[in-house]
């Protein structure tokens, strides 16, 4: 099934934030220099500064510092960009692995920005095209390695927060246990991780229209404190950051069901 396309963004004065969510990846971008707490997310992550640099420090290691950065899953890490940025989430399967964070150089995030839609230092609009960025991304790393595919489609069910782990594994004509085993022995990410970051992304998608309590219980959240623990721990801040209040600003566009323009 192919997933809906979700956007929004948010603007007061020179401050923008913009998130839109597809079936190849999600992008948060902020036209300002932001950094996230330790946090380990089971997803890619691709930083793109837009003028500046990425940062990222692991516990233990030296800082690593670059143009642009694609972390891998389950890194536990911090992360911060000294300029405006793009960050491209995508899905732990879709991607080869790699030990540990791969630097890019500046003309290797100019073409991904430019293939996003933003080649300038505004960023991108909500309707970001997802897919060249992604299709961009693979030309910079191998093609991802090929999955059971009973595997495929329970993961790909899985990035949709509706149907729960006993219903995922009936569709593929296994047990629930024989299934988690495995999903965490092909794509390395506990079943039960993919389902957070499918919650998660489904709150988010509708924060800027709603209290995050009323976006916890629609993604599936035991409440608004469990929806920020989560964020806390997958993507290293919180749901209110990303709120219309935490910039004093205004709701512009908002899509939803539908595929970008």
């Known amino acids: 099934m192919i997933q809906p396309f979700h956007s929004w963004a948010l603007e007061q004065n020179d401050r923008r934030i913009v998130y839109a969510s ?15 707490a330790r946090h380990r997310l089971p997803a890619w992550k691709v930083v793109l500064p837009i003028g500046g640099h990425a940062e990222l420090l692991q516990p233990g290691q030296p800082m690593v510092t670059a143009a642009g950065l694609i972390v891998p899953p389950q890194l536990a890490h911090t992360c911060a960009a000294t300029s405006p940025y793009i960050a491209l989430f995508v899905d732990s399967w879709l991607l080869p ?27 991108p609009g909500a309707a970001a095209d997802l897919a060249a960025g992604y299709l961009e991304l693979r030309t910079l790393t191998q093609a991802p390695p090929l999955l059971d595919p009973r595997v495929g489609h329970a993961v790909r069910l899985s990035s949709r927060p509706g ?12 047990s629930a246990p024989r299934l988690r085993a495995l999903v965490r022995q092909s794509v390395g990410i ?20 709603s ?9 599936g959240f035991a409440d608004q404190a469990h929806l920020a623990r989560t964020a806390r721990g997958l993507v290293g801040r919180t749901p209110a950051s990303l709120q219309p209040t935490a910039i004093n600003g205004s709701w512009l566009r908002r899509s939803t069901g539908g595929f970008p323009q």
């Open 22 to 36: 597809g079936a190849e990846a999600t992008m948060f971008a902020e036209t300002r220099a932001f950094g996230v």
């Open 97 to 123: 692995p790699t030990p540990g964070p791969i630097r890019l150089d500046a003309a290797e995030v100019r073409r991904l920005v430019a293939a996003l839609g933003a080649a300038d230092e505004g960023g």
């Open 163 to 174: 149907p729960d782990i006993t219903s995922i594994a009936a569709e593929v004509g296994l």
């Open 190 to 209: 506990p079943l039960t991780r993919l389902r957070q970051w499918a919650r998660l992304r489904a709150a988010i998608a509708e924060l800027p229209g």
């Open 211 to 219: 209290t995050a309590a009323m976006a916890a219980a629609t993604a």
